[in-house]
């Protein structure tokens, strides 16, 4: 089992910068996939990236592609996802999530923890 904390969220203006992290605990860290992902008020999570458990692979949603970059530190028991060029559509409350599995899943219903979520507020 795993619980994971999230942090970093916060308000930031079109362009900025916001890095968020997760945080988790439990000796098995590593064998887990972690995703993040978000969910704006009135719809559905959505999936926004994802990281393998040795970190090799990563997996990003077409619309932070090339904006986010995910990573992981197994020995710290974190991953991060740094958020660049941030647009007001990236606006919501982000959540880490981790499963056991051979692959990185991209909808939430493959996830078997889940963090409280940190809001992100992106203004125009």
């Known amino acids: 089992q795993v619980q994971l904390v999230e942090f970093g969220g916060g308000l930031v203006q079109a362009g900025g910068s916001l890095r968020l992290s997760c945080v988790a605990s439990?000796?098995?860290?590593?064998?887990?996939?972690i995703g993040w992902f978000r969910q704006a008020p009135g719809k559905e999570r959505e999936f926004v990236a994802a990281?393998?458990?040795?970190?090799?692979?990563?997996y990003y949603a077409d619309s932070v592609e090339g904006r986010f970059t995910i990573s992981r530190d197994n020995g710290k028991n974190t991953v991060d996802l740094q958020m660049n060029s941030l647009k007001p559509e990236d606006t919501g409350v982000y959540y880490c999530?981790?499963?056991?599995?051979?692959?990185?899943?991209?909808?939430?219903?493959?996830?078997?923890?889940w963090g409280q979520g940190t809001q992100v507020t992106v203004s125009s």
């Open positions: 999530a981790a499963e056991l599995a051979g692959r990185p899943g991209f909808s939430p219903n493959e996830y078997d923890y």
């Open positions: 439990g000796r098995t860290f590593s064998r887990y996939i």
């Open positions: 990281i393998s458990w040795s970190g090799a692979g990563t």
